[in-house]
């Protein structure tokens, strides 16, 4: 073996994903504990500091995705999170001992900005131990993707690591490129650890993932060894090509296809290997309450993705309420357009397969679609004055998802880019059949994962304190997503069009049925068929994109329920405003308040919103 690639592989090992090496090597920003009772002022926010170098250290991702691996922090460039058994032991033993350092804090000892910031990482990281005690899952800190399964058609490094190495691992020279190879070597002991706690959940606590799962997800694991074994596939070329564009010397696709093929995937070769042991145990039962202690994992997915207490019951009958407001005023609008037979999801059905509405499923018809989206992004920008007095850049590219991912994957997701902005933010769109997209579901669609939804969201939490850029609550940032939908109507962007608004009220609505849908499956004894249908028809969304949405509320059970329980806590907020201040209530005001607040619990944001109030 060449003595560089050696040397690779030595820096590789020594910033291992495997092991005990993110727990024993010294962390960036640590603080010696602290007697809770000592913690005062200025010891406070170095202490809050110190956590998100903590987190940075355990997810060094992160550091990348946000553009802050330099510095201090330019090792993390060449590692990746250990998703083995002792790195999330790591996790929990960080996070709870940060957690203690601030069990003695007075809040009201502090001012505005760092209470909340105490808040929120009591919040989050409470929340996480509470995850981390139970048997099995993959639990996230301050984010929305817990899920039972390590491994499946939505989750996994066989998933994230490719797509992040190519869109946010930049290589700019020489170390970018040497730091690529080492992630990329990483890359295989991350998929050997997850194999491993995929066999302990199995072979421990007798949790194995749907069938129909299993199936979707080896087929997408499949494609992802294909690709690594492939000299021109996109793991080793995504470095030649930028390498290259930089005229940065040095044989890059040997080094990098000679990991791929003897590292990553022979380790892709076990995971599949384990998948595949596990099919045959596995049942087509989609829900949580048909496995091992899934009723309790359950209870605490609810909790961590809306922030609530809310029980099953009370989610589901939610949703069935909220479908019937919301489908009166579609009732009237349909009716004005023409579509005046049958069920508001009958209506909807027949709007989705006109002709007129659908971009042709081809090369040229995804162009068209993504130059619609183009056209719509500038009309809302333009609106951005009107809606804020605070306003953020707005920087976004709109990139199709890639081709191999998208059998598995969302219709479209996004979130905001690096914090100098050196790297755009990204609105991801599933492009695999187009009817999924008819024409007028795109403009909601775009408001809700670019602007002024998730990547304009993110570009605020980015100007705040880095704990709480890297905190996350999956009740306010798809509440607010959905709150973006509201405000690109509340600004006209719809007018003239109502179609579209058909579109922003069926996207409403949608979120409507995943309050029903993902309490069905995983406490009502839903089939996977039953909740597809029930969908299909209450809504009138395509099969092509209703089938891998109740895909994703298997795999992760109560992350759907996040978005519509966010959105009516905003809005609820946003009625108190107005009644208390009365005159003084300004439209832009209150949405500078909750988006330069941060992301933040419900109950966070209920205390956010009464400062406010009270002009603080």
């Known amino acids: 073996m060449p003595l560089d690639l050696t040397r690779r592989q030595a820096l590789a090992a020594g910033v291992s994903t495997l092991g005990l090496a993110a727990c024993t090597a010294p962390r960036l920003g640590t603080v010696a504990p602290l007697p809770p009772q000592s ?39 060449s590692r990746l999170e250990d998703r083995s058994p002792a790195g999330q032991e790591a996790i929990k033993t960080t996070i709870a001992a940060d957690l203690a350092t601030l069990a003695g804090v007075d809040l009201e000892a502090l001012d505005a900005d760092t209470r909340t910031s105490v808040e929120v990482v009591r919040s989050a990281y409470g929340t996480a131990l509470e995850g981390f005690a139970l048997p099995y899952g993959d639990i996230t800190v301050g984010s929305w993707r817990n899920t039972p399964y390590v491994v499946i058609q939505n989750v996994g490094a066989y998933l994230d690591v490719p797509r992040f190495l190519d869109s946010d691992h930049t290589v700019e020279d020489a170390g970018d490129a040497e730091a690529y190879l080492a992630r990329l070597d990483s890359f295989a ?12 959940a199995a072979e421990d606590e007798k949790l194995v993932p749907p069938s129909f799962l299993i199936d979707k997800a080896l087929q997408q694991m499949r494609g992802a ?80 993705s809306t922030t609530t207490s809310m029980s099953p019951d009370e989610i589901h009958q939610l949703g ?55 056209e719509r992004l500038e009309i809302i920008r333009a609106k951005m004055p ?36 050196s790297v755009p933010g990204k609105f991801w769109i599933n492009l695999l059949d187009t009817a999924i997209h008819p024409k007028f579901s795109l403009p909601s669609l775009l408001h809700h994962e670019a602007i002024p939804g998730h990547v304009w ?39 003239g069009n109502e179609v579209f608004k058909l579109g922003y009220l069926q996207s409403i609505a949608f979120r409507a049925c995943r309050l029903v849908v993902d309490t069905g499956l995983h406490a009502k004894g839903w089939g996977r068929e039953q909740a597809v249908q029930w969908f299909h028809e209450t809504n009138g969304n395509p099969i092509a994109e209703v089938a891998p949405e109740i895909d994703r509320y298997c795999s992760w059970p109560g992350q759907a329920c996040s978005y519509e329980v966010g959105h009516l806590a905003i809005n609820r907020e946003r009625d108190r405003a107005h009644v208390e201040m009365g005159a003084s209530y300004r439209f832009k005001g209150f949405n500078d308040a909750v988006v330069k607040g941060g ?11 009464s400062r406010y109030i009270a002009g603080v």
């Not at 990098?256 to 042991?277: F, G, N, S």
């Open 225 to 304: 060894r294909e690709n690594a074994y492939d000299p021109e596939g996109t793991l080793v070329m995504s470095l030649v090509r930028r390498a290259t564009e930089k005229s940065i010397p040095g044989d890059w696709k040997s080094h990098a296809a000679r990991i791929a093929q003897d590292r990553v995937a022979p380790a892709l070769d076990r995971q599949i290997a384990e998948m595949e042991r596990q099919r045959p145990l596995a049942t087509s039962a989609p829900g949580m309450n048909a496995r091992p202690h899934g009723d309790a994992f359950y209870a605490w997915a609810l909790k961590a």
């Open 386 to 421: 009107n809606a804020f007095d605070t306003l953020a850049p707005g920087n976004v590219e709109i990139r199709r998802l890639p081709p191999e991912e998208e059998p598995g994957a969302p219709g479209a997701y996004g979130g905001a880019g690096s914090i100098d902005g």
């Open 189 to 200: 002991q991350q998929l050997d650890g997850e194999t491993m706690r995929m066999k302990m």
């Open 39 to 77: 913690l005062q002022g200025a010891e406070i926010t170095t202490a809050l500091d110190a956590f998100a170098e903590h987190l940075l250290w355990l997810q060094p991702e992160e550091a990348t995705t946000l553009g802050i691996d330099e510095g201090a922090r330019a090792v993390l460039k």
């Open 599 to 609: 992301n933040v619990p419900m109950d966070v944001l209920a205390k956010n919103v």
């Open 457 to 495: 969201q993110g570009e605020y939490a980015n100007r705040l304190p880095l704990i709480r850029t890297l905190l996350k609550f999956g009740a306010y940032s798809e509440g607010w997503a959905l709150y973006a939908e509201q405000l690109a109507d509340e600004l006209g962007v719809y007018r």
């Open 320 to 374: 069935l309420q909220r479908l019937d407001e919301i489908y009166a005023e579609m009732d009237g609008i349909l009716r004005g357009v023409g579509y005046t037979s049958g069920t508001v999801g009958d209506r909807m059905k027949a709007l989705g397969e006109d002709p007129d509405y659908l971009f042709p499923n081809s090369d040229e018809g995804r162009q068209q679609l993504l130059a619609f989206l183009d």
